[in-house]
């Protein structure tokens, strides 16, 4: 499986996508509403969790990840140090 996530923010809130791309299935775009107020890097991050929720649902053992924030990535990675409590 893979999983692609992305996250925005807005004044009212934010956004979280995620695609899941099964081995042998269609694709599976999903989008869900952030209604807190939250930076573009927390948004980022509930994509990403939420993505993996989903695919830990489905009975996923082994997934491929991809995301356009380098900071998200890095802190996944142990690269960089995650200095924002609530994002530990």
Known sequence: MTLFFDGSKCQRGGGAGVVLIPLDAEPMPL????DFPCTNNTAEYEALVLGL???LHLGVKSINIFG???LVVNHVMGIYQ???E???
Request: glycine residues 0%; aromatic residues 6%.
């Open 31 to 34: 989008s869900f509403r952030l």
């Open 53 to 55: 929720q989903v695919a």
């Open 68 to 70: 356009d924030s380098q």
């Open 82 to 84: 995650c200095k924002n």
């Open 86 to 88: 609530e994002l530990q």
